[in-house]
């Protein structure tokens, strides 16, 4: 089969379409025919080694040359080709999507995926739609529950544009909040579609300087201190950690790590709760949720970009290089 191979850390040039053994399913998996992948923020770091810190803590991913995993993408969405002997949830033909996680290997024709971290696809979706949804709207889904968003509750996303903070602002609406997005100039009129009620253009206002005040702040960006964070939250508001920072040409020591493990750290001294989200695969019950919400058209999936398998690597240097809205997609 085709896939997208990385044999050591660098740029997106060093990944290839090469020829690879297809995987055959585990007892617990579903091999799957991917129709189409989404590209994420952890490809580009995975596939540059970034930050540093990152090779030492999660050793399941990062070697110290190059990746664990040769073959780069978690997002996937496609048809069910076979599967192991205990996986009673699927058959052959079913339309799934869903997120391997620490595994990759989705940016392929084929990937095996635990049963565990797949879900039928949303029925009024292509599977470009579906695909962007995994970790992206699992994170986002997953970071609002943690924090407890009710109805009436004033929510800051910091990074509203993006692939996170796009499913962020639709999930946290459909939870009855008051959302407030931030975002550049060109994305202003894309967050406010979506479903925030106030959106601020960080090149003409900083949000950490206003007077408004919030019960839940979620930052996907990581450019701010925990103090300016916790500057705009109510007495008894939550800050949510997810990630985030700025690519460059070399790996950071600790990169947007640094505000997590800082948060962590000082999180039991705080009177506001901070709480931290950790990368990985998210599971079928959350994917089961995402899949009801889009359904329901609480939540619809926004596509920057198509690419075709081929052009993998200009994918990824795309949404490395250019500030992406919202998802970047793979078709397979």
């Not at 989705?106 to 565990?116: G, I, L, P």
């Not at 949804?133 to 994170?139: E, H, M, R, V």
């Not at 509750?153 to 509203?160: C, D, M, S």
Request: proline fraction near 5%; charged fraction near 25%.
């Amino acid at each position: 089969m085709k896939a997208i191979f990385q044999d050591r850390y660098g740029p997106s040039d060093l990944l290839e379409l090469r020829d690879v053994d297809q995987p055959v399913a585990a007892d617990n998996e579903v091999l799957v025919r991917v129709h189409a992948a989404a590209v994420n923020a952890r490809d580009w770091h995975i596939m540059r080694g970034d930050p540093y810190l990152a090779r030492l803590a999660f050793r399941p991913v990062f070697g110290f040359g190059g990746p664990k995993r040769k073959i780069r993408g978690s997002d996937f969405a496609g048809r069910v080709e076979a599967v192991g002997s205990r996986v009673t949830r699927f058959r052959p033909g079913d339309e799934v999507y869903g997120d391997v996680g620490d595994a990759d290997g989705a940016f392929a024709e084929y990937v095996c995926a635990a049963d565990s971290l797949v879900e039928h696809k949303p029925a009024n979706l292509t599977f470009a739609q579906a695909a962007a949804i995994p970790l992206a709207g699992s994170t986002a889904l997953m970071g609002l529950r943690k924090a407890g968003v009710q109805a009436g509750q004033r929510v800051l996303i910091n990074g509203a544009s993006g692939g996170v903070g796009t499913f962020a602002v639709q999930i946290a609406r459909s939870f009855g909040a008051k959302v407030t997005g931030v975002c550049s100039t060109r994305n202003v009129d894309l967050v406010r579609s979506i479903g925030a009620e106030h959106v601020i253009d960080y090149t003409r206002e900083d949000f950490t300087r206003g007077s408004q005040r919030y019960d839940v702040v979620f930052d996907l960006v990581a450019n701010r201190s925990l103090g300016e964070y916790r500057r705009v939250l109510t007495p008894t508001g939550t800050l949510i950690l997810s990630g985030g920072g700025v690519s460059g040409s070399r790996p950071r020591l600790f990169g947007p790590m640094g505000l997590t493990l800082s948060g962590m750290a000082r999180s039991r001294f705080l009177r506001h709760r901070v709480l931290t989200l950790t990368d990985g695969p998210r599971g079928s019950e959350l994917l089961a949720a995402l899949r009801e919400l889009v359904e329901s058209e609480a939540v619809v999936p926004v596509i920057d970009q198509t690419y075709p398998l081929v052009e993998a690597p200009a994918a990824i240097r795309y949404l490395e290089v250019e500030h992406a809205r919202a998802k970047v997609v793979i078709t397979v």
